[in-house]
Every structure is written in structure tokens, then in C-alpha cells.
């Protein structure tokens, strides 16, 4: 009897061990995720890429991926010269709606942080550089080239069919016009205005004060700091000392956990045949002409910072 009774014991231990160790895990992680920080990089040019390895498609994927992780806080690692309005103004977004929501935001600003990378670090509440650190560069630029001297050399002439007055500006083929360059300077100034609003907003300076050096210079760390732009010059150890202490976190509790999207891998097969291969093309001319946009759009009608 003694022998089943240890057999039947036995039989429910094994049963109910697999449940408990769950149980016990999931206690264990909740734990963790109470003291954890996690790091996530923006490196490189921020612009609206199908590339699954673009600076923007990475960004929003650890984005999503802090998000269902709720960590404690966040470090925002910045090393980007800025790039277009769209995409650099959704993950300023995304970071502001995380910060919304409770979640502690500390920006690291390192080598570059300058024009939409400076945007994106607006979203935190605690921003630290650098002294040597190139920020600033606040403003927008639109660009385009205009060829029409050269057209005649090379005997073409150009046809145009539009509906509006407006509908082929920035076109390479022809000067602009006082009506086009006019209303190119009024998009620029209101895409300004918005940027220096949300620097206004978040570092709690008079908007005037923010126009005064909303005109494209650049900053260093130790000069950013006196406009006040961020808090406080330091390391990236500095950096997970602020996170901690806003996010009061005991000390010697925190966890510091890089956050980094998993890169998916073109075969060869699909760069040279597959739909992709367009994609690839593009990208290589990219790389080599970076001021070139391929986006189907005249490079003068992209904004960037």
C-alpha cells in the first residue's frame, strides 16, 4: 500500500510540476520587467523605406517591441543627422505616445543628434549629450536641381499637359516661378514652425526664443546645453543613472537590456529576379547619390530635416 500511495504522490508531483515551474517563471519575469530598462538605437538617416533594414522600419519594430515588453524605461541611443518629416515625426510620436503612457524616456544623445534626430529626442523627458555631441541644425530644407540650360545642347524639348498651375512644380526641365517659390517658402516656414513648437513644448522655452536659433546652425553639446536644449552632459552610464532615478528604480535593481529587431535575409536568387530586386537597385543608387530621392516624387517636393 505504502509503495502506491508513493507511486500515486509521484505520478501527481509529475503532473503538477510543469504548472507550477510557469507559474513560477511567470512571477520571475513580472519581476524583472519591474526593473527593466530597455536601450534602443536610432542610427543613420531617417526617411520611409520598404527596406526591412531601414533606420525607420528598424525603429518601429523595437518600438512595438518595447511596447509589449513594458519595461520600466526607456534609453533612446541618437546617432542620425535627421531625415524626412514623415517618418521622423512617427517615432517621435510613437516614443510620446510610450511616454504618455507612463513609461520613463531618457534620450542619449552621442556622435550626431542633429535636425530630426534632435526631434525624435524631443519626445523624452530627460535628454543627455555629450560635449562634443553635433546636435542643432534646426529647420527645413527643400531642394531641387534645374537642368532647362543644359536641355538645349542636348536637343530635347519637353511637353506639358497639366491641369493646375501648380501641378508640375520642381520640375528639372524649367526655372521655377516667383508663385512656386513662394509657396515652397510657405510649406517650409509652417514644417518649421510645427518643429519649433514641439522643441518649445518639451524643453519649456519661449517659442520666440526657440526662433532665434531655429535658422539651421549647428551645436555642439557643451552649447546645447545653455539653450537649454537638454539637461545635463554625461555618458551613456549617465544616462541609465537619470532612467533609473526617474523611474525609481532601487539601486543596483536595474537591468539594462538592449532591444534590437531581428533583420530579415534576402537570398540571392530574390535580389536578382524577385520583386525585391527593384527595391535593391534602388537602394544601391541611394547609397551611391544620397541626396537622390527614388520615391516617385521630385526630390524638391521631399521635406527633410
Not at 533612446?76 to 503612457?101: M, Q
Not at 526641365?173 to 517659390?181: F, K, L, Y
Amino acid at each position: 500500500m505504502a509503495f502506491d500511495k508513493f507511486f500515486e504522490y509521484a505520478l501527481l508531483a509529475g503532473m503538477l510540476y510543469p504548472i507550477v515551474g510557469k507559474i513560477v517563471a511567470g512571477y520571475r519575469r513580472r519581476g524583472t520587467k519591474d526593473v527593466r530598462i530597455d536601450v534602443i538605437e536610432l542610427n543613420g538617416v531617417i526617411q520611409y523605406s520598404e527596406k526591412p533594414d531601414s533606420v525607420y522600419v528598424r525603429t518601429m519594430e523595437v518600438l512595438d517591441a518595447v511596447e509589449a515588453d513594458k519595461p520600466k524605461a526607456l534609453i533612446v541611443r541618437v546617432n542620425s543627422p535627421g531625415g524626412s518629416v514623415g517618418a521622423t515625426h512617427e517615432i517621435y510620436a510613437k516614443l510620446k505616445s510610450l511616454a504618455d503612457k507612463g513609461m520613463t524616456i531618457v534620450a542619449m544623445m552621442e556622435d550626431v543628434a542633429a535636425s530630426g534626430g534632435l526631434y525624435v529626442a524631443m519626445a523624452a523627458q530627460h535628454i543627455v549629450a555629450t560635449p562634443g555631441t553635433i546636435t542643432g541644425s534646426i529647420g527645413v530644407i527643400m531642394k531641387g536641381y534645374d537642368i532647362s540650360e543644359l536641355l538645349p545642347f542636348l536637343k530635347i524639348k519637353t511637353r506639358v499637359h497639366k491641369s493646375g498651375e501648380f501641378k508640375d512644380m520642381g520640375s528639372l526641365t524649367r526655372p521655377s516661378t516667383e508663385a512656386e517659390d513662394s509657396l515652397l517658402s510657405s510649406m517650409v516656414q509652417d514644417v518649421l514652425g510645427g518643429f519649433c513648437d514641439i522643441i518649445a513644448t518639451s524643453r519649456k522655452i519661449d517659442p520666440e526664443v526657440v526662433k532665434g536659433f531655429a535658422d539651421g546652425r549647428i551645436l555642439t553639446g557643451r552649447q546645447a546645453l545653455e539653450l537649454k536644449l537638454i539637461d545635463k552632459l554625461g555618458s551613456f552610464a549617465d544616462a541609465v543613472k537619470v532612467a533609473r532615478e526617474l523611474a525609481k528604480i532601487p539601486e543596483g535593481k536595474e537591468k539594462v537590456v538592449p532591444i534590437t529587431s531581428k533583420k530579415k535575409k534576402s537570398s540571392l536568387k530574390s535580389l536578382l529576379f524577385g520583386q525585391s530586386s527593384g527595391a535593391h537597385l534602388r537602394s544601391l543608387v541611394e547609397q551611391a547619390l544620397p541626396g537622390l530621392d527614388l520615391q516617385g516624387l521630385p526630390l524638391l517636393l521631399m521635406r527633410r530635416f
